[in-house]
């Protein structure tokens, strides 16, 4: 299995600009998670997903945070416009459902995003 | 509000050294208490925790949970260089569906 897939790796861009983050989880895993990561903060959970539908976006930050997951294999956490303090690692991570035995979570390698 | 905190924030020692690293939670519905390793990129599982008293190992790594004191730690022993990285401890809900709430994770530096 390839694991969790993120993409891109990195991301420099320009204040005001659009940014698109995707995310494609482990093959047969129905939950998706969106974790934004920072010195100060830590990791947060922004949005949730089960079965391709969003649980919980209590966490998303403001308006210009959406996210989607239009099938089981993507989803995608978009940010328009983007600001300086949105500058974070952005993990995205899956899990099955199942018995207590198989409730890890297993991250995606995240993207570094710089907003200038 | 739901948290989980860590201690200590940061923490370095020298190879050999044993350390521990705590966690409390308040959480409701609790399910389990996971920890992960963090190094340069995503973090990467270590125990799961769902019982009171009962001891995972690891090679030198153990972990034990205690839900009357609504903690866990997470012991290191005989510590190499390549245990310096970030360990966080996350708590799963579950109330119909499952959610992680995080710690904001120890850093621990291990010197030659």
């Known amino acids: 299995d390839a694991g969790v897939i993120q993409s891109p790796r990195h991301e420099v861009t320009e204040m005001g600009q659009e940014v698109t983050l995707r995310c494609k989880p482990i093959?047969?895993?129905?939950?998706l998670f969106w974790y934004r990561q920072t010195m100060m903060r830590g990791l947060e959970l922004l949005i949730y997903f089960n079965n391709n539908v969003p649980i919980d976006d209590s966490g998303m930050p403001e308006d210009r945070f959406s996210a989607k997951m239009p099938n089981a294999s993507f989803s995608t956490l978009k940010i328009q416009p983007s600001e300086p303090r949105d500058s974070a690692v952005y993990f995205c991570a899956s899990r099955p459902t199942g018995s207590a035995g198989a409730n890890v979570l297993t991250f995606g390698a995240g993207s570094r995003l710089t907003v200038l | 509000e739901d948290k989980v905190v860590q201690s200590p924030l940061s923490l370095v020692v020298h190879e050999g050294d044993t350390v521990t690293l705590n966690c409390s939670y308040e959480v409701t519905n609790f399910r389990s208490l996971l920890w992960y390793k963090q190094e340069k990129k995503a973090p990467t599982f270590l125990f799961m925790l769902t019982s009171s008293g009962i001891e995972k190992k690891s090679g030198r790594l153990s972990s034990i949970l205690d839900k009357k004191e609504l903690s866990s730690i997470l012991n290191i022993t005989a510590t190499q260089t390549g245990d310096s990285a970030i360990y966080l401890c996350a708590v799963e809900q579950a109330s119909g569906t499952y959610k992680y709430i995080f710690g904001t994770g120890t850093r621990l530096k291990v010197l030659a």
């Open positions: 093959s047969g895993h129905d939950y």
